[in-house]
C-alpha cells in the first residue's frame, strides 16, 4: 500500500491561502482530492514525508495543530477505504476512493464505525492480510520502517489462524473474539500445533496488535480481546559463554578452515559488544573512534558507544578494521555451532520448556545451543559477574527497564551463590 501524500495546488504567483490537496498513486492510477483545507505557502513543508515527524504543515502555521490532525485523519480514511475494499471485492477507482472520501468528510449523520460496517462485512483474516502488507511500509513512532522480518513472523500466525479455521469450519469474524475464542484457539495451539508457552503466547500477542489497528480503524466494535486475550510467557532456559570459554575460543587454531574462522571472530565482537546479530556484523570503520565504537542500532535507532576490549581489539587489526561480510542468521548458528563443538565447549546444559502442555527436559552438550544470540548473552552476563552496574549494562544493551534486563541475565543458581559468598566476603 502506497503512502497518501500531500501537496499545495499549483497556483502560479499565489503565495497565500493555497488549497492543499491529497494525492494517492494504486493499481497505475492516481487520485487527486481536496482537503477541503488552505494554507499559506510559507508554512507547507516539502518532502515532509522523509522526515520524522513527517508533519505537512509548519508548526509555526496558525492552527497547524489543528491542520495537521485533520490530514492525518483524510490518510486514515484513505488507507481504510483500501483496506475495505480488497477485503471484500470492490474494485478501486478514483470514483470510488472520491465517493467514499465525500461519505467521511462531509457528512456528520454516522461515525465512522457505522460507515465501514455499512460498506460490507469484513472478516478477521481478511483484515490480518491487509495488516500485513501494509506492515512492509508502514514506520514506527521513530519514523523507521518496521523491521523487514516483522511481515514474516505475522504471515507465520495467519497461517496458523487458517489452519484453526479449517478445523473449527467456520470463519473467524471480528464480533466472534471473546474469552470462549481464546480458549478454543489455546486448546488447538497446544494440543493440535504442540506450540511451547513462549510460541502461542507469542501468538496471543500479535493477535492483540491486529485487533488494536481494527479497533482503532472502526473496523472492530467488539473490546472484549482486551482482557480475555492474554499473552502468556515463561522463563526460557538459555545459555551464554563464561570468559574462560570465550577466551578458548578466540584462542582456537582455525587459520586453515575461513568459513568458521570469521564466523568466530564476528561472535566474538558480539561477546565483547553486547551488538545484536544485525549490528556486530556490520560494523564499519568509521563507527570505530580510539577506544570507542560509536553506532547506532538497527532494530531500536538507539546509539551506544562501548569501550573496545582487547580481543575485538585484535580482530580489528586482523581484518584491517575492514570485517568479513556477514551472512544469514541461519548459517551463522550452524557454523558457531561448529566451532562451540571444536573448542570443545561441551559440558552438559539442560533446557527445560512447557509445549503440548507438557514438560520437556533436553540435557546436550553446551555447543547444542550456541546461537549468534548468546554473544549478547554473554555480554550481559559476564559484565553483571563482573559487579559492573546494571544501569551501566543497559546503556549498552539498550534494555529499558531492569526488571527486563535481570530476566536477560543467565547466572546459574552455583555461580550466584559464589557471588553472593565473595560479596559477603565468608
Not at 504471515?155 to 464480533?175: A, D, G, H, S
Not at 511451547?196 to 496488535?209: D, E, W
Amino acid at each position: 500500500m502506497a503512502i497518501p501524500k500531500f501537496y499545495l495546488e499549483n497556483r502560479e504567483g499565489k503565495t497565500e491561502n493555497i488549497p492543499i490537496v491529497l494525492k494517492y498513486s494504486f493499481n497505475g492510477q492516481r487520485l487527486e482530492y481536496f482537503t477541503q483545507h488552505k494554507v499559506d505557502k510559507k508554512f507547507y513543508e516539502k518532502a515532509y514525508w522523509k522526515t520524522q515527524n513527517g508533519r505537512a504543515i509548519k508548526k509555526k502555521a496558525p492552527d497547524s495543530e489543528f491542520l495537521n490532525d485533520s490530514l492525518n485523519i483524510i490518510k486514515e480514511h484513505v488507507q481504510n477505504i483500501e483496506i475495505i475494499a480488497k477485503a471484500t471485492g470492490v474494485p478501486l477507482t478514483t470514483d470510488y476512493f472520491r465517493k467514499e472520501l465525500n461519505k467521511r468528510l462531509k457528512t456528520k449523520k454516522k461515525t465512522e464505525a457505522e460507515i465501514n460496517a455499512d460498506s460490507c462485512p469484513l472478516t478477521f483474516i481478511k483484515f490480518f492480510e491487509d495488516f500485513i502488507e501494509r506492515s512492509k511500509t508502514r514506520v514506527n513512532n521513530k519514523g523507521q520502517l518496521l523491521s523487514r522480518s516483522t511481515p514474516i513472523k505475522y504471515t507465520t500466525v495467519k497461517n496458523m489462524l487458517e489452519e484453526f479455521e479449517k478445523e473449527r469450519k467456520k470463519q473467524i469474524e471480528f464480533k466472534d473474539i471473546d474469552k470462549r475464542f481464546y480458549d478454543e484457539l489455546v486448546t488447538y495451539m497446544i494440543t493440535k500445533k504442540k506450540y511451547s508457552i513462549n510460541t502461542y503466547g507469542r501468538a496471543i500477542k500479535f493477535i492483540k496488535t491486529v485487533l488494536n489497528a481494527a479497533s482503532e480503524l472502526g473496523l472492530n466494535t467488539r473490546m472484549d480481546y482486551k482482557t480475555a486475550l492474554k499473552g502468556v510467557t515463561e522463563p526460557s532456559d538459555s545459555t551464554y559463554l563464561t570468559e574462560a570459554e570465550l577466551v578458548k575460543m578466540f584462542e582456537y587454531d582455525l587459520s586453515n578452515n575461513f568459513r568458521l574462522e570469521r564466523v568466530r571472530d564476528l561472535f566474538l565482537i558480539g561477546c565483547w559488544t553486547g551488538l545484536r546479530f544485525s549490528d556486530f556484523t556490520t560494523i564499519q570503520p568509521g563507527d570505530i573512534n580510539g577506544d570507542r565504537i560509536r553506532v547506532r542500532t538497527k532494530k531500536t535507532n538507539h546509539k551506544v558507544i562501548i569501550p573496545i576490549h582487547k580481543t575485538v581489539r585484535e580482530i580489528f587489526e586482523k581484518y584491517h578494521y575492514e570485517l568479513p561480510s556477514a551472512i544469514s542468521n541461519q548459517k551463522f548458528n550452524k557454523y558457531i555451532s561448529e566451532v562451540a563443538e571444536l573448542a570443545e565447549i561441551s559440558e552438559p546444559f539442560t533446557k527445560t520448556i512447557t509445549r503440548a502442555g507438557k514438560i520437556e527436559t533436553t540435557t546436550l552438550p553446551k555447543y547444542k545451543f550456541v546461537t549468534s544470540h548468546v554473544a549478547r548473552r554473554s555480554f550481559a552476563t559476564n559484565a553483571y559477574k563482573r559487579k559492573v552496574e546494571p544501569l551501566l549494562i543497559m546503556a549498552i544493551t539498550g534494555h529499558k527497564t531492569e526488571t527486563e534486563f535481570l530476566k536477560y541475565l543467565k547466572v546459574t543458581e552455583e555461580e550466584k551463590a559464589q557471588m553472593f559468598q565473595d560479596a559477603a566476603k565468608w
